[in-house]
């Protein structure tokens, strides 16, 4: 265990994860979503595979003993992602980052639903504290519908949230397929499987990219690979609870990128409906940290001479 070292992959993810949001946003204006998906999973493949090769676990990382589930797992990943470069097109960046957080509160809510996992009041009360964050963040783009705008932003809104529900199914599915696959054959085979299944959109008008814009995309792919590589390894060298804390530092990154490259300029609602959820976030951390302390106390004292 290497706490610093996990950490800093953790913000190095979260920082990549950010610039990987941009490039794809930058393309909105002329490139399909579903386009923008194959670009980011397609080149996320040659960096995992390299990742796997040089790390001798090229094997492990392909063989597989549940290809249904990483289906499945890819399908509802694949329309997170693509639900959400397509409200990157509506929304400012920092909004997106924050509706985007929903997606860890909702897996508390289905994994109760679908894992039978026991969630206690203080959970359930955390969870909802932090949707209404969420609900904070989304009211200006649902309260006013006077023209088109308003309808578009809408619209984004409703895409990022959906976002939000695909992402959390799909850590809904990552957690059983980790009961009997590697965590780098889940890594590989979601890009590999995203990729397929961006072709599916193909009838729905993709179009010849524009030279900045290929490399943009290429950049996304290219940096989409690296993040995870970095995400996964982040959580080898420290506990998931001492460095989920630090996955709000992309608030602070995007809210820089949207105003320097964006020309974005936050409100106060969105901004304040964020804290709520990040505060949400940090308290359900908090709770799991200390359950998981419980625990181990639980098990040493049962152990003999412990």
Not at 151 to 158: C, P, Y
Request: glycine share 10%.
């Amino acid at each position: 265990m290497n706490p610093l070292r996990g950490i800093l992959m953790k913000v190095l993810s979260v920082t990549v994860f950010v610039v990987m949001a941009s490039c794809i946003k930058a393309t909105t204006d002329h490139v399909p979503p579903g386009e923008a998906v194959f670009f980011r999973s397609f080149f996320a493949i040659p960096v995992i595979f390299a990742w796997l090769w040089l790390r001798g676990a090229l094997e492990e990382g392909v063989r597989t003993k549940n290809p249904m589930g990483h289906f499945w797992r890819g399908f509802v990943g694949t329309a997170a992602m693509g639900m959400g470069f397509a409200g990157l097109a509506y929304l400012p960046l920092p909004e997106v980052t924050a509706i985007g957080y929903a997606a860890p509160l909702l897996v508390v809510i289905f994994a109760a639903m679908f894992l039978n996992e026991q969630v206690r009041i203080f959970r359930l009360s955390t969870v909802a504290l932090g949707l209404v964050g969420v609900l904070i963040v989304l009211s200006p783009r649902l309260s006013t519908l006077g023209g088109e705008a308003d309808i578009a932003e809408a619209l984004g809104a409703m895409l990022v949230l959906g976002s939000a529900v695909c992402a959390a199914l799909a850590q809904v599915f990552v957690r059983k397929l980790v009961q009997v696959e590697r965590t780098a054959a889940i890594v590989f085979w979601f890009s590999v499987t995203a990729t397929c299944l961006s072709f599916l959109t193909l009838p729905y008008g993709w179009v010849v990219p524009e030279p900045h814009e290929v490399m943009l995309l290429v950049a996304a792919g290219l940096l989409g690979g690296v993040g995870q590589i970095l995400l996964t390894s982040a959580y080898r060298f420290a506990d998931a609870s001492l460095i989920a804390p630090f996955e709000y530092a992309s608030m602070l990154l995007a809210l820089g990128v949207g105003y320097f490259v964006f020309d974005e300029v936050p409100t106060l609602t969105m901004l304040g409906g964020a804290a709520i959820v990040i505060f949400a976030g940090v308290l359900i951390i908090w709770r799991e940290r200390q359950l998981g302390l419980e625990r181990s106390r639980q098990r040493k004292a049962m152990t003999p001479g412990g």
